[in-house]
């Protein structure tokens, strides 16, 4: 188990992006979760839990962000390459930015519901479901 990986439920900003996290060659993958800045407190301790699984393993292979309506740089940037599917407070996208790669989460998986949403990643990375849609450079 990794130590000093404090697990945080952060928005996704151009800044996170800058410095690597989600950026094009970020092998990870990453879960969106779209809620407006007001729904961020409503869901934490769901993501937290989801983000605390991932990280205490080896790779950490997941990184989790929620993405808000407010911050238009990045919604912008998300709804060029996902044209529907992310909208309303959890809607959620898994991604994997290294290979242009992502799939709007299926809506029977419930947004509170952290066991859920772990299997749901869980199946992805381990082969079981792949990654749906391509999308061009960001």
Known sequence: MK????????????????????AP???RFCLLVHLP?????????TYLQVIKEFKAEKNDPVRVFYVTPENRKIYQKLH?????????????ILWRPKRRKFKIVDDDVDARNPKRIISYVRNVIDGG?????????L
């Open 3 to 22: 130590q000093n990986k404090e697990a945080r439920f952060e928005e996704l900003t151009v800044e996170k992006i800058a410095s690597g996290a989600c």
């Open 25 to 27: 060659k970020d092998y």
């Open 37 to 45: 800045k007001g729904k961020v407190k409503e869901y934490e301790s």
């Open 80 to 92: 060029e390459m996902v044209k529907d599917g992310f909208e309303g407070p959890g809607s959620m």
């Open 129 to 137: 479901s792949t990654l749906t849609s391509s999308h061009a450079e």
